[in-house]
């Protein structure tokens, strides 16, 4: 299976991570300081709880797509508890720039390479980095109600 080209050019596929990288940061600003620990329910995370998770899961992803080792241990900055607006900001973003600089470095001839991501699903590494993809633009699309329960306005949506 190592013969087949990856579907997606590395350079786009870095493209996309920097335009998602770009909208939530539009994400983080947009909520004010002092909502960085609204929960909308009990059992629901906080913003800042949330976007840590969809920060540890690219760290965790990304590193296994890439077999590049992440600088957070799996879960590490959601269990932080970390609510302080700027360093949530600084750790979000570190883990985008994580991702960006391992899927550039990475040689696309290798992306079709089958893993097992996490020890037990089997897939390319591009459709690891692709289910990545969609994993953060879940968790910041979920962010949108905490915005608005926040009294924030979200931004628009920045498909392209």
């Not at 596929?13 to 939530?24: D, F, G, H």
């Not at 920060?55 to 600088?71: E, L």
């Not at 040689?107 to 969609?134: T, V, W, Y």
């Amino acid at each position: 299976m190592g013969n087949l080209q990856a579907q997606t050019e590395t350079e786009t596929i870095v493209k996309e991570w920097q335009r998602a990288k770009e909208y939530t940061k539009e994400y983080l600003d947009a909520m004010p300081e002092n909502s960085y620990t609204l929960k909308p329910t009990k059992e629901m995370r906080s913003f800042a709880g949330q976007v840590l998770h969809l920060s540890d899961a690219i760290y965790g992803f990304i590193g296994s797509a890439t077999d590049i080792k992440p600088s957070a241990g799996f879960g590490e900055l959601e269990k932080s508890n970390d609510v302080n607006k700027l360093s949530v900001i600084k750790k979000v973003l570190a883990a985008y720039d994580f991702a960006i600089d391992a899927i550039k470095k990475y040689p696309n001839a290798k992306l079709s390479e089958h893993i097992k991501l996490f020890g037990q699903f089997d897939m390319s590494r591009e459709q690891a980095i692709n289910k990545c993809f969609e994993h953060q633009t879940h968790h910041r699309g979920q962010t949108t109600v905490y915005l608005r329960l926040a009294g924030a306005t979200p931004p628009a949506e920045k498909l392209f």
